[in-house]
């Protein structure tokens, strides 16, 4: 069965596409205080116009939409609906509308909802609303040179061809899926080489050869052509070839088409996917497999245990579930991926799995740069309480500094793409991101830059060669290949001795004129609050559990030079380690927060140090940006790091504000991870559970969830549980303990057997459950709908007076009713035919309600020929609802006129119901 996102209320749709209507509850009117209640269950329409946040309330809970003013492009961020409180949860897309139902609350006001995408506000509070004003649009240039540039082309010429075999089934899509390629190797490469696998994210799917037509359908319509997002990294394929990797990139339109109602966006199908194409090659070089004759020239050239992936926005999320996926039976293996622009809705690591992140500062899309938390969440689970015993693999951030989102892909940029495309950045006049602004890096820069950080990535995960790793590491350096972008970086794990993890590892003590806070990235109250809740990429809620990570940060604040704070470090031998690596982050302020480090070693030496390159403060765009710099922190010569007894960090400037996210002893290199996927608890949750009522009375059924990997220490994850039903306003969080040798968890669910009817193929859930790793596990599927049926018979729908009648001024009703209350939402198309006789007019109704449903025509048109179409809500547990049209007071006929409507009851008996209403005037 199809798994749908949850928390949601299908309201309205209409003909034609942007049309859209609302049925709501009868007090569901404009009110000042911006709410609406009912206790009746009575529907009529609402008058809702693009660009209006509407939330209709009822006993059970509240039904929030909205409809943009202008269609968006597809791309891969989701939309969400917020209050200050946090997330409220992710929308189902109906039309052009967004809705949402969120049981249990009946507190929510219209005017506190706010509408974002990536972190991007579109409606509600901030919407349009200017960034804060930074002290300098531009950040400082990395002046220091890599030597060894992993930018510069190989030795090896380089072929490219493309292949196509048949399309496959790809678990919960309904239609197949192509398997479409496009391979760039070297030529007269010797031996086994590695392979990079590319996989694009979402973009629209079809497009009309020269015109503007698009479309986010699959398979394409017809005289639409597929657009080739795989080979939009033509240019860093041919890199890479030419320094003797064989790299493949793949199609996924298929995905792309078809995931806008799955759980993890489309997550688990793009793994598959990728998999898929790694078995493919697999084949080909044991010399087996059907494709092109040129599969043949890889037969015996392939090392498939040395495999890295790049996913681009949803694929990256797509690549990294490929490597959780890792069994003992593939015949390849993923030992380093590189993700650009990711979504994380999920929040998984892959344990043992060296990752880099590319982060583009002008995002449009993926606006908050929720990729940072594959850093983040990994830096949390190789230290403290939640560490992933033997998971020592690196983890970077990198940050591009006037990259979008598109222009990573040449297929995604203006001018040279075969499709229509877009500069996803959404202020042109923005001063750090607009189209003039100075750092703003032009398609063909930001290309390079892609193409140079993936082949730094390729060198250090794929190769023994660590030449590249100050690309990747914090290290202050630059590219020469990568143009004039100005690149920041900072990691975690490898060779790296955690010194603080807020909350977890160490402890930061103030003195003097500074101070030190534990304060939260989000939640909390105003007192111990970070900073702005969407403000930094560092808390980013986990997509259907819609809890942020519990991010605690040290605020240092102080207000004289030579104030320090002491970082307790309990007489640490450091001696494998070069320097301290410090993530901080900068808020806006005037001036840079400067500082220096004070080592005191046990002999009672006392040596400053100063930073490579301190953390300045970061532009704010319209989205907000609080990104963690590194600062990197020689230790001095003389200090004797066997026996440090002290580090202090001391302000040199007169004042500042930087918030410590972590720091660590590090040194140059990488380390090797004794953890996997495969020995750890690997968790995958259910896509659908159906739990069956036996008795009338309150029981227990349960989700039983498959562990995996073999262990020897208990692992920790924390599981979610959401009531759809509104019986419980909050998620139920369970931390659960997996002991070794445990091959299932159960998690129970209580329901009455005598609660309302819910329908078993209904695509609105009971509970939803998510799940997220904590310590040694790791989560594949990570969501999964949960229906509990009662023993209540399916009720039947009728109407009390199928003939209404009206004069000008009134309204034509219906009161439509069930037999026996239903647990969830129930919703009933109404569509107008044309009677016999004379029929109403869109002239005939009141203007106001016509752009309320999204009906637009001449005025004689009538209401069938205009294709009205309603969709009617009758709430959980009310038993009926009433239908509404108005009629104008200001009729321009006489006599009678009439309309006649189509009741669409399905899977309620009968299965339609016919309506007639008149309307006589004098």
Known sequence: MRAWTGRTALVAVLAGGLAWGAAWPASAQDDPAGTSTSGTGDVAAAVTSPGDVRVATDDEGSTISWSPRDLRAYGDARVEFRTQDGLLGVPTSVGAAYVLRVPGRTDVARADVQVTLGGRVLAGPGAGAEAPAATSPLVPPVTALLPQDPGRAGTYATTTWSYRLPSIRLDGLPAKVEMVGQVVAPVGATGRRPVVLFLHGRHTTCYAPGGEELSIDWPCPPALRPIPSHRGYTQTQKLLASQGYVTVSVAANGINGQDGDLLDAGADARAQLVRAHLDVLADWDAGTGAGPTKRTTLKDRLALRKVMTVGHSRGGEGVQRAAIQAQASDRFRIVG??????????????????????????????????????????????????????????RSAVLVMGANHNYFNSEWTPGVAAAPAWDDWYEPSDKVCGTSA????????????????????????????TSALPLLDGT???????????????????????????????????????????????????????????????????????????????????????ATARIGVADADLTSRRYLDLRL???????????????????????????????????????????????????????????????????????????LLDASAASSGLATSTAS??????????????????????????????????RTESSRVQVVVIDQSGRS??????????????????????????????????????????????????????????????????PELSVDDAAAAAVPGE?????????????????????????????????????????????????????????????????PYATSALLEIPARRDVSFSGTRSVALQVVTEPFDPGTIPLTGTVTAP
């Open 811 to 875: 309204n034509l009703s219906w009161r439509l009713r069930l037999t026996e209350p239903s647990a969830q939402e129930i919703y009933l198309q109404v569509r107008a035919t044309a009677p016999g006789g004379g029929e109403l007019t869109l002239g005939d109704l009141p203007t106001g309600w016509l752009t309320s449903v999204g009906v637009v025509g001449r005025p004689a048109a009538t209401l069938s020929e205009a294709g009205l179409e309603l969709m009617v809500t009758i709430p």
């Open 337 to 394: 991926q590189v993700l650009v622009a990711p979504t994380d809705f999920g929040q998984q690591v892959a344990v043992g799995v060296p990752t880099t992140t590319l982060l583009p500062y002008c995002d449009g899309d993926v606006s908050d740069l929720q990729g940072q938390m594959y850093v983040d969440q990994a830096s949390r689970a190789t230290a403290g309480d939640r560490a992933t015993a033997g998971d020592r693999a690196t």
């Open 476 to 562: 202050p350096v630059r590219a020469a290949s990568a143009g004039p972008a100005v690149v920041l970086s900072h990691a975690v794990g490898g060779r790296r001795t955690a010194l603080v993890v807020p909350g977890e590892v160490g402890k930061v003590t103030a003195s003097g004129d500074m101070t030190s806070t534990l304060c939260l990235g989000t939640g909390g109250t105003a007192a111990n609050r970070c900073g702005r809740d969407h403000g930094s990429p560092h808390w980013s809620p986990q997509a259907q559990s819609w809890l942020s990570e519990d991010v605690q940060l040290y605020r240092l604040r102080w207000t004289s030079a030579g």
């Open 729 to 794: 306003a909050l998620p139920e969080v369970r931390e659960v303990v997996i002991r070794p040798g445990q091959d299932s968890v159960r998690i129970p669910i209580r329901f009455s057997g005598d609660d309302g009817y819910a329908d078993p193929d209904s695509p609105f859930l009971g509970y939803q459950l998510a799940v997220r790793a904590e310590r040694n596990a790791v989560v594949d599927s990570y969501a999964g709908a949960v229906r509990t049926l009662s023993r209540t018979p399916r």
């Open 677 to 710: 996927v495969r020995t750890v608890a690997r968790l995958d949750v259910p896509e659908s559970t159906v739990l069956r009522a036996t008795t009338d009375g309150t029981q227990t059924g349960y989700v039983v969830i498959p562990v995996a990997g073999t």
């Open 438 to 465: 100075p750092q703003r890096l032009t398609a063909a820069q930001q290309r390079s830059v892609g193409a140079t950080y993936v082949a730094a990535a390729a060198r250090t995960y794929l190769t023994t060669s």
């Open 585 to 659: 982050i900068a808020p806006p302020q005037q001036g840079t927060p400067r500082v220096e480090v004070v080592f005191r070693d046990d002999a009672g030496r006392r040596l400053a140090s100063a930073p490579v390159r301190q953390a300045g403060v970061l532009p704010l765009t319209m989205a907000g940006h609080l990104w963690a710099q590194n600062v990197r922190v020689p230790f001095p010569t003389g200090l004797d790091r066997s026996a440090i007894a002290s580090v202090t960090l001391r302000a040199l400037s007169d004042r500042g504000t930087v918030y």
